[in-house]
T-cell receptor, first 112, second 112 residues
Framework: NAGVTQTPKFQVLKTGQSMTLQCAQD?????MYWYRQDPGMGLRLIYY???????DKGEVPNGYNVSRLNKREFSLRLESAAPSQTSVYFC???????????FGQGTRLTVV | GENVEQHPSTLSVQEGDSAVIKCTYS??????FPWYKQELGKRPQLIID?????GEKKDQRIAVTLNKTAKHFSLHITETQPEDSAVYFC???????????FGQGTTLQVKP
């Protein structure tokens, strides 16, 4: 079992470029999340998916889009990257929302 | 909207002392309260959780208490050890919205 796998681990983008962060879990979980982590701000929820076929906005959705491609995969897209999106991004999944969430290893994104 | 406030942001204790971290939440529909530990450069990992129908839960040196009326919950670590040094996050899951919202984090330093 790989658990929750995120790709890439590191990325540098220029302002205005687009990219997709990939997340896949092999635990047959229903719920999946995307968070960003910034110093002093904790983990802020960007988007989440309570089940396959559904997605909802979290606390900080502006500038992002998501796709729950199937039960395993939940991708995060930045259409036009901005320096304010420089952060560490974590994907997480859980059986349901009110059970343990397992995190991926994170993606460190720098927008210059 | 939903909000989780966590205090203090930093906490320094001597080895062997106790540490207490407190969180408050705003959504009365919250029913699941996990605590995560994040070591430097690693992903967050669950250390203990509590559900809304329980007032207290203990696991060896760590315990969590929940006061639903006051909407606050706390993490207690006794007999702290240097390896307890990390960032700790509280979170609250709302059965209403399906969101898992995290607090801002507490950096715990245990001095030998």
């Amino acid at each position: 079992n790989a658990g929750v796998t995120q790709t890439p681990k590191f990325q540098v983008l220029k302002t205005g470029q687009s990219m997709t962060l990939q997340c896949a879990q092999d635990m047959n979980h229903n719920s999946m999340y995307w968070y960003r982590q910034d110093p002093g701000m904790g983990l802020r929820l960007i988007y989440y998916s309570a089940s396959e076929g559904t997605t909802d906005k979290g606390e900080v959705p502006n500038g992002y889009n998501v796709s729950r491609l199937n039960k395993r995969e939940f991708s995060l897209r930045l259409e036009s990257a901005a320096p304010s999106q420089t952060s560490v991004y974590f994907c997480a999944s859980g059986v349901e929302g009110d059970t343990e969430a397992f995190f991926g290893q994170g993606t460190r994104l720098t927008v210059v | 909207g939903e909000n989780v406030e966590q205090h203090p942001s930093t906490l320094s204790v001597q080895e062997g002392d106790s540490a207490v971290i407190k969180c408050t939440y705003s959504d009365s529909a919250s029913n699941y309260f996990p605590w995560y530990k994040q070591e430097l450069g690693k992903r967050p990992q669950l250390i203990i959780d509590i559900r809304s129908n329980v007032g207290e839960k203990k696991d060896q040196r760590i315990a969590v208490t929940l006061n639903k009326t006051a909407k606050h919950f706390s993490l207690h670590i006794t007999e702290t050890q240097p390896e307890d040094s990390a960032v700790y996050f509280c979170a609250a899951f709302s059965s209403n919205t399906g969101k898992l919202i995290f607090g801002q984090g507490t950096t715990l330093q245990v001095k030998p």
